[in-house]
Each structure stands twice: as C-alpha cells, then as structure tokens.
C-alpha cells in the first residue's frame, strides 16, 4: 500500500484533568477533539508527547505508550468513555443486563448473581429506565434510550473520569437536554471528573468548569467557563460565540465574528497560524509564525499573536 500522506490530528494539546473538575473540549468536525478523547482512554495511541494517569493513592504512571499489567486494571476502571453514536456502542446480540454487568464482571465488582442483578436495576433506575428492561435487547430502544444504557454502563464501575464524546449530538433535540441533565445529576452524585466533548459551545459552557477550545488539531485559547463566556479572545472562539443564538456580542461589547469556509485539511495544514486562511484579523506574521499560548489574566490561555501585540503594547506603555 502506497502511503499518500499523514494526519497530525493533534499537534498543541497540554492540559491536565483534576478529581471532580469538567473541562469541556469545543471545536467544529474535524478539529481532533474526538481523537483527543480516544487517545485519553487509550483507543488511539499517541506518536509524541506523554500522557500521566494518576492513581487512586496518588501514584502516578506513565501511559503514553501504553497499559502495563501494574496499572491496566485500575485505569480501565478509572477511566470510561460514552460515545457520540448510542446506535454502535451497544452489542445488538446482548440484553441490556449482559451490557450492563460486561464491566462489572470484568473488574469482580459482585461475585453473588443476586446481587448483581440488583445493581443492574439500581442503575437502569438511576439513569431514568425501567429496571424490568434488563432483559430486552438495544434495538427496542430509542436512541435518547440508548445513551441511558450506554451511560449506566460507563458508571457502574464507578469511575473517576468520564469521556463523553458529543453524547448528544446524535439525538432528537427534544431529548438532548435530558440527557445532559442526567449527566450534570450523576456527576453531582458520583463526584467523578468529566470531560465533555462538542461542537456546541453553549452545550459546554453549562457543562463545564474549564473550557478548552481546539482548532485543526491545536488548543488556541482555554480559560475558566466563564471567562471564555465574557472574554473570548481568540477570533475562533468570537466566531464560535457569534454562532450562539442568544448571545448578545453589543451586551460583551464584542462584534460579531464571522466563520467562512470549512476548516483546512490537516493532511496539508497552512502554516503559521492554523486559523489564518479563515481570519479576518490576519496580518503577515499570522502566515509565517505560530502563535505560542499567552496568559492574559489568570487561567485563561490564547494563542494568537494579536494578544501579543496587546500585550507587547501594554507592557511598552507602563
Ligand atoms: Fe487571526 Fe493571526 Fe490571531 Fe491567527 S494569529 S487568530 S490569523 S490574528
């Protein structure tokens, strides 16, 4: 097989995770926020860079290439992910309790049958379904249905970490809100982190606490919700709050930023900025030089070179 090219689906991704903190992850198709979700859980595995999971007690490892036998049991446990497509991540051959219970064996967490049984109804209840469906199959389900079997699977071995991964986008928008609002509720009562994944970022900005926004691959601006809410710097995240129906940019004294085109692809990425075939604030060095990340108030990071020239400015003026 000849090889034509290669995809550097993630290039500028530093962040880490705390226990019972949310960072949601916003950015159009494309932009290798997915990709950033399965590396984390270790579907895809990482050319560059690292990636540290931290234990229960404290103890950390070194997982970027891979799960040793020490720590694979922990992490998987740790560690769940629900995905975008509630149609595919179910076994269409197994009820609903042998779907439900598949982690539960796996990590031994009830070794009494009755017992099992009973926490399969506990979850099937606790994710607003009627415990007696355990014994039906995935197809007899709606797709909002769906995501509820899919999401008291990836709780019932009670991780700290849960990835979804645009767990909405795939639904009737009459159930979306539903199921984000179970989800708020299951992390108010598991105390687990979250990291949200989507393309909405109204979805994520009630999701979250940290917000980090991803273009072609690369984070070009992360900051507390609140401040990309009040403050979104980086034209890409302007863009993206313009989109928002009832955001009111004359209110946050901000313009309406436009987004044109689709994003470039990243088998041939542009050079310096990747944002700069579509930014209407472009200037020479945007084609030349990548902008680095710049703390412009405390926790919140852009990478542009126009908060540069702010920032060059203000520090020439004191
Ligand atoms: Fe636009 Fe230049 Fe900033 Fe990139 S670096 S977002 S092209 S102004």
Excluded at 213 to 232: K, T, W
Aim: charged share 25%; glycine share 6%.
């Amino acid at each position: 097989m000849q090889v034509t090219g290669y995809v550097k689906a993630l290039e500028k991704v530093d962040f880490s995770i705390s226990e019972r903190e949310t960072i949601g992850i916003v950015g159009e198709s494309g932009c290798g926020k997915s990709t950033l979700g399965k590396t984390l859980v270790k579907i895809h595995e990482p050319t560059a860079g690292s990636i540290i999971y931290f234990d229960p007690n404290g103890k950390s490892y070194d997982i970027t290439n891979g799960l040793t036998k020490e720590v694979r049991s922990t992490f998987r446990k740790d560690v769940q992910m629900i995905f975008q497509n509630p149609y595919d991540s179910l076994d269409p051959r197994m009820t609903i309790r042998d779907t439900i219970l598949e982690p539960i064996q796996t990590h031994k967490l009830f070794k009494n049958l009755k017992d099992q049984d009973r926490y399969v109804r506990e979850l099937l209840s606790k994710v607003g379904l009627d415990p007696d469906y355990g014994k039906r199959y995935p197809h007899e389900f709606s797709g909002g249905q769906r995501q509820r079997i899919a999401i008291a699977r990836s709780i019932s071995v009670n991780p700290r970490l849960l990835i979804c991964d645009e767990p909405t986008s795939a639904l009737d928008v009459s159930v979306q809100s539903q199921i984000i609002n179970l989800l708020k509720q299951i992390q108010r009562e598991h105390n687990m982190a979250f990291i949200f994944i989507s393309h909405n970022l109204d979805v994520v900005y009630h999701m979250s606490d940290r917000i980090l926004v991803m273009y072609l691959g690369n984070i070009v601006e992360s900051a507390p919700s609140r401040a990309i809410f009040d403050n979104p710097t980086h034209p890409y995240t302007q863009a993206l709050m313009s989109a928002i129906p009832n955001w009111n940019p004359r209110e946050r004294k901000l313009g309406t930023v436009k987004l044109e085109g689709e994003p470039p692809s990243p088998i041939n990425p542009p050079t310096g900025c990747p944002f700069h075939p579509r930014c209407e604030f472009r200037m020479d060095i945007c084609a030349r030089a990548k902008p680095e990340p710049t703390e412009i108030s405390s926790g919140h990071f852009c990478a542009c070179h126009l908060r540069d020239l702010t920032i060059d400015s203000s520090r020439s003026a004191g």
